[in-house]
Nanobody, 122 residues
Framework: QVQLVESGGGLVQAGGSLRLSCAAS????????MGWFRQVPGKEREFVAT????????YYANSVKGRFTISRDNAKNTVYLQMNSLKPEDTAVYYC???????????????WGQGTQVTVSS
């Protein structure tokens, strides 16, 4: 069982930056690939970024490539999402997730956090 708790969301102006954190409980963090997803009310949850268990491999949605960076610290059981050059369309609730594979498919992730709100004003 893995419990995930996101933090770091908030209100920021367009062009600004935020860093999201996701802290995991338990001793199995390094055995899981980690992903970030986001959801806007009335829309499906969408993939943002994923990172492999070792941190060697990452993959991003085209909409955030070059602006967002996913990273992890296995010693701290934490995964991060550095978000730069934020746009109003990045406004969403951001969720972290843990699963066995470094994939974009939401259903492949077994554990989810409660989400943190990110609001980007224009």
């Amino acid at each position: 069982q893995v419990q995930l708790v996101e933090s770091g969301g908030g209100l920021v102006q367009a062009g600004g930056s935020l860093r999201l954190s996701c802290a995991a409980s338990g001793r199995t963090f390094s055995r899981h690939a980690m992903g970030w997803f986001r959801q806007v009310p009335g829309k499906e949850r969408e993939f943002v970024a994923t990172i492999s268990r070792s941190g060697d491999n990452t993959y991003y949605a085209n909409s955030v490539k070059g602006r967002f960076t996913i990273s992890r610290d296995n010693a701290k059981n934490t995964v991060y999402l550095q978000m730069n050059s934020l746009k109003p369309e990045d406004t969403a609730v951001y969720y972290c997730a843990a699963g066995p594979l470094t994939v974009v498919t939401m259903r492949a992730y077994d554990y989810w956090g409660q989400g943190t709100q990110v609001t980007v004003s224009s």
